[in-house]
């Protein structure tokens, strides 16, 4: 089940770190307790996601990232008829209890700004709003303070991750790599609730 990268109509950006991010996101979902589905990253314009806001969410501001959960109950969930929405449907037998799966939409014009705005490098914030989609699948919320505090924490424990990763890649062919550390602590100037 994979972790694929696409671009929306209209935006042309070349995600470099495709091979690492799936592996740091790897790392992220099995130490949550997850396994992976299917999860499709789609990098679109400001403008793309904007409307999406509108037309999916019912909000009209701009935000960096939207995550649409298509998670399914497994076989050995124990969902009742009534938290399912009352539906009769059977769980989905082929899909083991824990496998998370959906789409990302991220608003790379947006990403570009904050990243800008806080003096952090593209690259470090654009990995930051990957995990925070990954983590929304997880079932963490960001919509109260202290679910902020414990999102902002895990994104910064994850994001660690892609510095061992860069280490290794780079010691692999012999160069000393460095990476700048994110935002920690730091709340976003634009990132919205989804």
Same mark, same amino acid.
């Given at each position: !089940? +994979? ?9 042309? /950006? ?7 991010? %799936? ?7 099995? =130490?949550? #307790? ?6 499709? &990253?789609? /990098?679109?314009?400001?403008? /793309?996601?904007?409307? !999406?806001? %509108?037309?999916?969410?019912? @909000? ?14 497994? =076989? ?8 399912? #929405? #009352?539906?009769?449907? +059977?769980?989905? /037998? *082929? ?6 799966? #959906? ?14 705005? !806080?003096?952090?490098? $593209?690259?470090?914030? !654009? @990995?930051?709003? &990957?995990? @925070? ?8 919320? *960001?919509?109260? +303070? ?15 991750? $892609? ?7 780079? =010691? ?10 994110? %935002?920690?602590?730091?709340? +976003? ?6």
């Amino acid at each position: !089940m +994979p972790i694929t990268f696409h671009n929306s109509e209209g935006c042309n /950006f070349r995600y470099a770190g495709r091979r690492e991010t %799936r592996l740091v996101l790897l790392g992220c979902i099995a =130490a949550e #307790g997850f396994l992976l589905g299917d999860i499709d &990253v789609v /990098f679109c314009t400001s403008a /793309f996601l904007l409307q !999406m806001n %509108r037309d999916w969410l019912g @909000h009209d501001y701009h935000t960096d990232i939207i995550t649409f959960d298509y998670t399914l109950p497994g =076989a050995d969930d124990s969902l009742s008829e009534s938290s399912r #929405g #009352g539906s009769s449907l +059977p769980a989905v /037998f *082929d899909v083991p209890r824990g496998t998370i799966s #959906g789409e990302l939409y991220i608003d790379v014009e947006t990403v570009r700004d904050n990243a800008a705005e !806080m003096e952090l490098k $593209f690259e470090n914030e !654009m @990995h930051r709003v &990957v995990l @925070h989609g990954v983590l929304h699948l997880c079932g963490y919320g *960001d919509k109260t +303070p202290e679910e902020e505090v414990r999102m902002r924490g895990l994104e910064d424990k994850y994001l660690r991750l $892609f510095e061992v990763t860069a280490r290794e890649a780079g =010691a692999e062919k012999g160069e000393k790599v460095t990476v700048k550390k994110g %935002r920690t602590g730091k709340k +976003p100037t634009r990132r919205d609730k989804e």
